[in-house]
Nanobody, 124 residues
Framework: QVQLVESGGGLVQAGGSLRLSCAASGSSFSSYAMGWFRQAPGKEREFVAAISYTGGTTYYADPVKGRFTISRDNAKNTMYLQMNSLKPEDTAVYYC?????????????????WGQGTQVTVSS
C-alpha cells in the first residue's frame, strides 16, 4: 500500500517556475515507476511525465518537453516535477501516481496509486 501526497502548487505568472513534490509512504517506493498527470477543467486527465523506479529513464509528453524535468530521490521517498517557462495552458490540477508497468507509464488507468492533486495556476 502506498499513500501519495503532492505539494508545491500555486499561482505563478507566465514564464515562471514551480517545483512540485510527491511524498510517498510505504517501503516499496523505490520499486515503483511513477508519473505526473494533470487535469484542466472540462478536460480529461493527461500524461505529463514519468520516471522509472531507478530514475534512470524518463518520459515526457510533447507539450512539456524541454520545460519540465521529472526526478526522484528514493532515499527520501519523494518524486519531483520541476516546471520552468510555465504557460497559461499548463494550468491544471497536477496528480502524482505510482506503480504502473514501465511500458504503460503514459496511461492513467495503469497506475495503482494516486495522490489528491495540487493546483497549478499560470496567469498571463
Amino acid at each position: 500500500q502506498v499513500q501519495l501526497v503532492e505539494s508545491g502548487g500555486g499561482l505563478v505568472q507566465a514564464g515562471g517556475s514551480l517545483r512540485l513534490s510527491c511524498a510517498a509512504s510505504g517501503s516499496s517506493f523505490s520499486s515503483y515507476a511513477m508519473g505526473w498527470f494533470r487535469q484542466a477543467p472540462g478536460k480529461e486527465r493527461e500524461f505529463v511525465a514519468a520516471i522509472s523506479y531507478t530514475g534512470g529513464t524518463t518520459y515526457y509528453a510533447d507539450p512539456v518537453k524541454g520545460r519540465f524535468t521529472i526526478s526522484r530521490d528514493n532515499a527520501k521517498n519523494t518524486m519531483y516535477l520541476q516546471m520552468n517557462s510555465l504557460k497559461p495552458e499548463d494550468t491544471a490540477v497536477y496528480y502524482c501516481a505510482a506503480d504502473a508497468p514501465i511500458k504503460r507509464v503514459g496511461v492513467a488507468a495503469a497506475y495503482g496509486y494516486w495522490g489528491q492533486g495540487t493546483q497549478v495556476t499560470v496567469s498571463s
